[in-house]
Every structure is written in C-alpha cells, then in structure tokens.
C-alpha cells in the first residue's frame, strides 16, 4: 500500500521551530555523527525523511525525537544547514502536542502568546486562590510567615499541592498511554510479550532519575547541567511535600536546609547558565531558542529566586510579611509551571523521555526477536 | 639503391620494456644485420636526451634509415619523426616497431618476449629498407567556411569567422534562427531570458555582411576536401520553388542540434492521454505565455517533476541528457516563484550537478521548499488520474530509495523531462560530410578527450548537441573552438597534405576504372582523355583499398608497398 | 617441447591495433605467438599477403579490422569482408586449414576480446600442427 505524501507538514513544523527541513538532501552526515543512531533508530535522518515527506502518522509513531539529547552534532556536520538537531527539537514539541488529547498544548505551540497568556491566567487564579484561602479560610494575617496564625498554613497548601499532583500525574498518565498506542500498542507487526514489559519496568524509574542515556553523549556538560537542575528541583519538591513543616519551623533544621541550600543553588545557577547560553548562541542547541524554553528557565528561576526572598526574609531578615508576599509570587511562578508545562508543554518531557527509553528497549528486543538481521547491524565507529 | 645506414634505437621505458624483454640480447641480435650501422639501447627513447640521441647518430653517422623499438607508434610516431626531422633525415625514413603495449606487457615468459621484440625489431629493419623520403603537399586554403545548423552553436561559430573578416555562409532548414533553444524562456542555473541571448546573435548574424544566411535550405551535396570543398545549397522559398546554389568553402562547422524524446514512448508515464502531464518543452511554451496553469485553466497547487525520461536506461537511451536535472530545478523555482503556495515535487535519480553554480541552485531550491524524492532509474513511477476524494489531478506512484518506503505523490501537473537525442535526419548529414555517428547516433569526434570539435575528416567541424547532450556553455565553447581551429587553418594560408597517399602508374592503369567507385572520399578521378585514373592527392587518405583493389598492381600504397609489407611479413617470420 | 605455432597478425591502425595496444596497457597477457602489421586498413590487405606470410614460415594469420559500420575510412572492412570468403575458398583447395586463416572485428575498446582471440587461435593452429605446403605455395606465387 502506498503511503500519501504530504508536503504541507513542513508548514506546520515550522511553528514548531523547525527550519530550512527541505534543505537536507540526505547525505546521511548528521546520522553517521550521532553517536545514538544505531538500528532500528536512524537518528536524525529517518526523522528528517518523513517529516520532509509529511508522513504524519508514521511520525507521530516513532520515538526517534526522544532518543535524541541535542548534542548539535549532527547540525555542525550537516552541509546544507538544515538544522537536523532544531528539527529533532522541534519534533519533540510537535509530538508532545500530539500525544495531549485537549489540543491546548497544539495552541500553546503555535502560538506562545496563548501560553504567556495561560500562564499569567493560571498565575492570577493562584494569586486569587491563595489570597482567599489566606485570607478568609485559614483566617491568617499578612505578618505570620509560619506555625499558628500564618498567612498561608502548611496543611491548605499541603492539600493544594497533593491536589495539583494528582492531577498532573492523571494528565500525564494519560499521555503516555497515548505515547505508548501510537509507537507501539497499534502497531500490529511488532509482537512485544507481557514478561517484556515486566521485566524491563525498572527502566522507567532508572531513567527518569538518572537521565543515563544524556550521559552517553560525548559532551558531558550539558547532561551534568540537566541532571543538577533535575535533581535541584526534585529535592526541592520532596522537601516541599514531605517537610514544609520543617521549613516554616523556627528552628534551622540543618539536614533538611542543606539540601534546600543545595537545590537552590542547582536551580538558579542552572537556569542563569542556560539563559546566558542562549543569549550567547554560542552552543550548537542554544542557537534556537522557542518562546516556550524561555518561559520554561524564566519560571523556574523565578520559583528560585522567591524561594530565596522567602528564606532570607523569613529566617534572617525576620520580615514575615515580606516573606509572605514572596510566598504568594512563588506559587504564582510555580503553580503555572507545573499546571501549564506539565500537561501542554515543556516539562512534559519529564515522562515522555524515561517511556521513550523504556519502549526502545521493548522494541529493540522483540525486532532482535523476529528480525535478528536488522537489529544487529551495529554502525562501524571510527576511532575519534 | 644507395647504401643503407640503418640506425636502430631501443628503449627500456624505464622497467616497462627491459623488465620482460632483455634488451641487450636483442640489440646484439640486430648489430649484426645486414645495413645496420649503429644499434644502441636507452633508457627513456622519448625523451629529449633520447631524441637529441637519435638526431645526434643521425648526423655523426650518416644514418639514412631509423628503427626504433619502443611503445606504440599511436604513442610516439610523431615524436621520433620529429626526431629524425631534427637530424636532418627525412621523417618518413623512420619506422617503429611496438615492443611495449604488443610485446612486453602482454608476455610474462622473458624469453618468448625477447624472441618476438627481436622478430618484429628485425621486421622493422627489413621495412625501413624500402622506405622513401616524402615529402608534404600544400594546397590553398579557401577562407569561406560553410556552417549548417542555425541555433546557438551556428550562430556563435558563425560570428566568429565573420568577426575575424572571413566570408561565412550559414544554412538553416527552417524559416527562423535560434534553434531549439529559442522555444526555451529562461536558462538555468542563472535563470536569464533565452530570447535576449538569441537575439543578441541574432541580429549581429543578419547585420553582419559577411555572414550569407540562408533559410529553408539544406545542404544538397558535399565535394571535395579540406580547404577545397564545392558545398551545393537547396533552398526553398515561400511558393515553394527551389533553387539551387553552389559555394566554394574550405571548411564545414556542422551545428544541427537535436531532438527531444517522444515522451509518450513511456505509456505509465500518460503524456498523450492525461492532459495535465507535459514535456519540458511543452512547459516553456507555458512559460513563455506567462500562465502556468492546468488545462481546465487552473493554478496548480500540487506539481511534480520527473527525471530522466528516456534518459539513462537500456530500453530507450543509455546516456544522460546532462541539462534535464538543471532545467528541473529552474522550472521548481518558476513554478514557486508563479505561485508561492504551489508545492513542488522534484521526482529525481541522481541529481547532476555538475557545473558552475550548480550546487548553489541545487540548494537554493531546496530552501524554497521543493520536495525531492528519489527513484531507481530502473524503477520507473507510475502516474494515474487521482479519485474524485482526492485534492488533487493525479497521483504519481513510485517506491522512494531515501525512504525506502512506496510513497503516492499528488500532483495537479507533472512535467516530463525529456531527455535529447539525435535528429532523425542525422544519418543523411553524417553521410553527406562524411563524418561518422556512434552507437546513438551523436556525431563522433576525432579523439573524445584531447580533439572534440574535429573530425576524422579533415576540414569537418562538430559543434553543440548534434556531438553529444550538453547545455549552453559547453556549445558556446564547442562552436567557438571550431571557428577557432578553422582561423588557424585560414591564417596558415596553405593547407598541409600529409605526403602519405595512393599514387597511380599511369603506364601500368588499364583505365578499368575499378578504384574509381572504390574510393569512400572519390578521390579518384578518371582522365577522358588519356583514359586512365589518376588520385588527387590531397583527398587521399591512404586507406589503400584501391592499392588492394588493382588487378594491374598499377596503384602504389606510399608508404605502406607491396615492397615495404613483404619485407615485413618475411622480416616477421626469419 | 610442444609445437610453436607462428602467427602473423594484420591489424588495422584505427580499431584493431588500438585495441591490441589497450590490452597492452591493461596488462592483459596472451600468447607470444602472434607478430602483428599495422595496415591503415583492412582493405589495404591483399589475398597475396596471407598467402606470402604462409609461404614464409607462418603456421596461421589472423586479420583484424573494424566492426562493420565503424571503419575509420567509412566502407573498407567491408572490402576485406568481401575478399575474405574468396580467399578462403581458394586457400581450401591448397589444402590449408580453416583455422589457419582467420577475419575478426576488433574495435578500439576491445582490448580483452583480442587477447582472447590470440588465444584461441593460437591453440587451434597448435593443434593442426606445421603448415606443411609452404613449397608448394612458393612455386605457385607471381613473383613481383
């Protein structure tokens, strides 16, 4: 049966940040450079092939965009300047807009207006919840940082944040199931067995920690930059969750400030470095920035520098109402990240990627399975 | 016959000869020849050392016949002719024998290989004796020169002689000037106007004096040789008479061009039955009207363009038309530049981007968003009419290499690239000059890499695609080469007659007239009066079918005897 | 010590001498056997050469020329292609082989295909064995 091609795709992609796709004329540079492409995962040519055929439903089927960790390799090799390492990048986009089911992350990538608006309009429903909730159901007064009488008490905010995670975790949960049925589930040629899934579950938890595969790339500075980010925010939401008590105590409670001190400086400093990097353009993947990455660094070194306001003005400076303000402009940075990038955008990445390497590990062993011939051609690597 | 000094030169060619051939035991074996005044070997024959050698012995020992055994004489005839010219013999007086390519390379048993490089050597000498000095004739040279063919390569070549003050006479079959590429609109890679280079040669041909068009003629018949040819031009005019015209020329630039490929020989391909597939040609027809539209008169939103039609594969014509890939490019750009939300495929096999600034136009049209897709040559795309669900004409079905998927393409109009082939007519002028066609039909020239505008008959000059598919510049070029090799000949005044050539004994010629018909260049000419034929010897090519032919034994082969070759056979055999 | 044929070779300069030196060039061996004379053409050789080159010591001759259509001089390989069969026929009833005698195409490209024809006509004219009516001839040859 052949397969329609459609050249509109291109069109679409490119308010996904892809450019110049058409340009490539397949000289296969980029996918000998990648030190990731490796049957059955052709990176980034088989990509850039069906996108410049528009093989839509081909596309939105392959994992190949979440294998790649935009090393930019393959766009310094490539002759033509056709940005294999954007374009992977902008198939992470168009495919996360895909795998959401409402459609809101498909308007929030074309337009980033949408999302700068979603944003401010989550931020200003927070803003109104909190004050509410400050105000008139918790009954605390703006000079009470922490413990009885305060402003924002741990116990609402405890029920709010489980509230907000559980339905994140729903959306999520969601799509990912819907990532699984596209690569996978309806794919009638591939014959994964039940033991397969079970016995490689580990995988999911292995990866969403340790990001190992960005730690294969040759350059290892941008995977230590991501994982001091990743596990900065992490620790800095198992502290939220499990210990805001301890934080809103009077007493430093060291063992628990440490990692706070410590999850802070990752946060900010790791944000500070890759807005400097994009505005330098000095990297290969920080040559292009969509609006969404900015408001992605911009929200959390919000989150950051609040948290730090908070803490100074709560446990040094002793201005509880100061801290107060900084509490609520934190929330307003931190409830629209999560509850817009999560679902619709960026952050999204935090699930699709651990599944990516979870369902490659599926699909590489039932191919070796019935088709040992192609999973075992291993690309000749010459010596660096 | 006066006393034979025969000086023999053998060459080591570094190891290529002496690897596998004792030179020394052959030089002794021929010292001893009766004749033999000097016999020496060297390491390099050819080079100037060894040449000045050869000029050297020639002089201090009065050498009045030179052997060299060396490579081939296609290799280096002329060289050690030269040579002997230096030291004063007469160059014909020099004979190779080929130890080298028929000797050394070919047998690995050193001693069978020194055998034979001593029986042709001794072949050589035994030859050689009955060499005569000869000399060259000269002939005048007509500075007219005849030019068939009136598009850009008849036209360029045209204006070149006519610049330099020579007479030109320029025919052309049709009624109009400019060829096949004045049914084009603009040129690739840089997309000027045809029409404005046309008429820039154009109207320099009709102003110029010296340039005597004639239209609607033909080239009737073709005698004579170079510099002395008698060209008879049929012309037909609008009430259609004919008249008839003879021309004193001393040279020919043939200029014909060619023909497109009739596209409906490719049935899967539908030109003929679909109406919105078209040929390239039939596309600058569009182009030139300024609308690019589907026959129902709609702006395309889908085109695709397909490569290599009848080009490039063993049922219809090996070779690749070399412009089709470059045109294909120029037409995806006319056709986004018309209409910025058409969507152009470029369905291609390889894309030859062979030329200066081609790369560049390569990419540029990929960043204007043409689609490239790539097939098999052997593998052809099928088109079909599309359903009535379908947004577009038609679909183009193909199994893509890049992909390796089969992919249907939509498409509202698909044009053909048609590849080029030789004119139909192209055997009639072939024979009518005298120059010989390959396989395809294309004009052969004298030698492929180092002679392309010439012939292997003299005086006749190819230009353009009737020699082979090329685009623009290369029949500039040609055209221009030709008319430059042909002021070279004007500018020398005489023409040179190689003195190698049949010569008749009129005391042995029984005027059975048998040579007369024999003779490929009618060379031979027979006198009413004194009833015997006789060679003009300035159109012989010394083939020697008539020396073969005489039942007399009345015509002599110069330099290739009846003594000379007996002498050869025995030398060969001893 | 196994009978050595001798073969003389008449070539024509434009196609089959052309073709001899391209398999020299590409180092394509064959047997030492042959002696090979450069004719412009193959119309250039006459019935009396092949029967001087038997007469003189030859055990076989093989003519070369152009394909059919490609002759440098436009017609001449197809004088010798006409001459040939006559020849042939007359070289019959002096009782000489059919092997002995031998018209072949060989086009300037065909470099391997001489090699190969070297080849075989030498084994053939080795097994047929010395030409043995070389007297013969000579009585029966016009001098000149």
């Known amino acids: 049966m052949a397969i329609r091609v459609n050249p509109k795709l291109i069109d679409e992609l490119e308010t996904y940040g892809a450019a110049d796709v058409q340009n490539c004329y397949h000289c296969g540079n980029c996918s000998a450079t990648c030190p990731f492409s490796k049957e059955p995962f052709v990176i980034p040519r088989r990509s850039m092939r069906n996108l410049q055929m528009g093989l839509e439903e081909k596309l939105k089927g392959t994992f190949e965009p979440w294998l790649c960790y935009y090393c930019g390799e393959c766009s310094q090799q490539c002759p033509r300047g056709a940005e294999p390492g954007e374009t992977m990048m902008s198939l992470r986009r168009w495919l996360t807009s895909r795998y959401d089911l409402t459609g809101i992350s498909r308007l929030f990538y074309r337009s980033w207006k949408a999302e700068l608006a979603a944003l401010i309009l989550v931020s200003l429903v927070t803003m109104v919840a909190f004050l509410v909730m400050g105000f008139s159901l918790g009954h605390g007064s703006l000079g009470v940082y922490a413990g009885a009488g305060a402003l924002f008490p741990d116990h609402l905010v405890h029920i709010l944040d489980l509230a907000l995670a559980g339905l994140l975790a729903a959306v999520l949960l969601t799509n990912s199931i819907r990532m699984w049925w596209l690569t996978t589930g309806r794919n009638r040629n591939l014959h994964i067995s039940l033991w397969s899934y079970v016995k490689n579950v580990f995988l999911l938890p292995y990866h969403f920690l340790s990001q190992a595969r960005y730690s294969q790339c040759e350059k290892k500075l941008p995977w230590l930059t991501h994982l001091a980010i990743f596990l900065s925010w992490v620790t800095m939401e198992v502290l939220v969750i499990l210990l805001l008590e301890r934080f809103h105590s009077p007493e430093t409670v060291w063992a628990a400030h440490v990692f706070g001190y410590l999850a802070t400086i990752g946060l900010l400093g790791g944000t500070i470095y890759a807005m400097v990097g994009r505005v330098r353009k000095r990297e290969t993947h920080y040559k292009h920035t969509h609006p969404t990455d900015w408001m992605f660094l911009i929200l959390i070194a919000g989150a950051a520098f609040t948290g730090i306001v908070q803490h100074a003005s709560y446990r040094w400076l002793g201005l509880d109402s100061v801290a107060n303000i900084a509490y609520l402009i934190h929330m307003m940075f931190v409830v629209p990240l999560l509850a817009v990038q999560i679902p619709f955008s960026k952050l999204s990445h935090l699930a699709y990627r651990p599944l990516a390497m979870y369902l490659a590990t599926l699909h590489t062993d039932a191919l070796a399975a019935q088709e040992p011939a192609v999973a075992q051609t291993e690309p000749v690597r010459l010596a660096a | 016959m006066e006393e034979l000094k025969i000086g023999v030169f053998i060459c080591n060619c570094g190891s290529n000869i002496a690897h596998h051939v004792d030179v020394d035991a052959v030089r002794e074996a021929v010292e001893a020849k009766p004749g033999v005044a000097i016999a020496r070997s060297y390491k390099y024959m050819c080079s100037n050392p060894g040449q000045d050698m050869i000029a050297r012995d020639i002089r201090e020992h009065q050498l009045n016949r030179v052997v060299v055994a060396a490579c081939s004489p296609r290799m280096h005839e002329k060289t050690f002719r030269n040579a002997c010219r230096n030291g004063g013999l007469n160059p014909y007086l020099c004979e190779m024998a080929n130890i080298r390519e028929q000797c050394s390379w070919v047998h690995s048993d050193q001693l069978a290989a020194t055998e034979k490089a001593k029986a042709l050597t001794n072949a050589a000498i035994n030859r050689v004796r009955y060499h005569e000095p000869l000399e060259s004739l000269t002939a005048e040279m007509c500075p007219a020169t005849l030019v068939i063919g009136g598009g850009i390569a008849g036209l360029t070549a045209a204006l070149e002689l006519a610049d330099a003050a020579h007479q030109v006479y320029l025919v052309e079959r049709t009624a109009t000037l400019g060829g096949n590429l004045a049914r084009v609109d603009l040129t690739a890679p840089h997309l000027d106007s045809a029409r404005d280079l046309l008429t820039e040669r154009i109207t320099r041909v009709r102003a110029n004096s010296r340039i005597t068009l004639m239209l609607n003629s033909e080239l009737q018949s073709l005698a004579g040789y170079v510099g002395n040819y008698a060209a008879i031009i049929r012309t037909k005019n609008g009430s259609g008479e004919v008249q008839e015209r003879k021309v004193d020329v001393g040279n020919v630039v043939v200029a014909t061009g060619y023909q497109e490929f009739d596209a409906g020989r490719i049935t899967h391909y539908g030109h003929g039955k679909l109406p919105n597939v078209v040929t390239s040609f039939e596309f600058e027809q569009m182009l030139r009207k300024g609308r690019i539209e589907t026959r129902h008169g709609k702006l395309p939103q889908y085109a695709a363009i397909i490569h290599c039609v009848g080009s490039r594969n063993k049922e219809f014509h090996p070779y690749c038309s070399r412009v089709c890939c470059m045109t294909a490019l120029k037409y995806a750009h006319e056709l986004k530049s018309a209409n910025p939300a058409c969507y152009v495929s470029d369905i291609y096999v390889d894309m030859h981007a062979f030329g200066k600034g081609h790369e560049d136009f390569y990419k540029t049209t990929s960043e204007v968003k043409t689609l490239f897709l790539m097939f098999e040559k052997n593998e052809r795309p099928v088109v079909r009419k599309a359903g009535p669900n379908d947004d577009c004409e038609m679909l183009i079905e193909v199994n893509e290499t890049l992909s390796r998927e089969r992919i249907e393409i939509p498409a509202d109009l698909i044009i053909l690239m048609v590849g080029m082939e030789a004119r139909a007519d192209s055997g009639e002028v072939a024979r009518l000059v005298n120059i010989s066609q390959d396989k395809e039909g294309w004009f052969m020239e004298s030698h492929p890499k180092l002679d392309p505008v010439a012939t292997t008959t003299d005086g006749i000059y190819i230009a353009g695609t009737c020699a082979a598919p090329k685009d623009i510049p290369d029949t500039v070029a040609q055209a221009r080469a030709a008319a430059a090799r042909i002021l070279g000949k004007i500018a020398k005044g005489k023409i040179e007659i190689d003195g190698v050539f049949a010569e008749v004994n009129e005391d042995r010629c029984s005027g059975c007239r048998m040579c007369n018909e024999l003779c490929p260049y009618s060379a031979i000419e027979f006198n009413d009066e004194t009833r015997r034929s006789h060679v003009i010897p300035a159109a012989c090519k010394a083939c020697g079918a008539c020396v073969a032919a005489c039942p007399s034994g009345a015509i002599k082969g110069r330099h290739f005897t009846v003594e000379q070759l007996h002498a050869q056979i025995d030398g060969v055999l001893a | ?144």
């Not at chain 3, 044929?5 to 590409?26: E, H, M, Q, R």
């Not at chain 3, 001449?76 to 009833?93: E, F, I, T, V």
């Not at chain 3, 097994?127 to 016009?142: E, F, H, S």
Request: proline fraction near 5%.
């Open chain 3, 1 to 144: 010590m196994s009978f050595e044929p001798k073969i003389v070779g008449f070539l024509c300069n434009w196609c089959s001498y052309t073709g001899a030196d391209l398999a020299g060039t590409s180092r394509i061996q064959y047997p030492p056997n042959i002696r090979v004379i450069r004719v412009m053409c193959s119309a250039r050789i006459e019935p009396d050469f092949v029967l001087r080159a038997l007469a003189s010591g030859a055990d076989g001759v093989l003519i070369c020329g152009c394909h059919p259509g490609d002759c440098h001089y436009s017609e001449g390989n197809y004088k010798a292609m006409r001459r040939y069969p006559l020849l042939k026929r007359m070289l019959k009833d002096y009782g000489v082989d059919n092997d002995r005698v031998r018209l072949e195409w060989v086009s300037a490209s065909e470099g391997q295909r001489f090699a190969d024809i070297v080849t075989d006509m030498t084994e053939r004219v080795r097994a047929l064995g010395p030409l043995r009516i070389k007297t013969d001839l000579q009585t029966d040859m016009v001098e000149r």
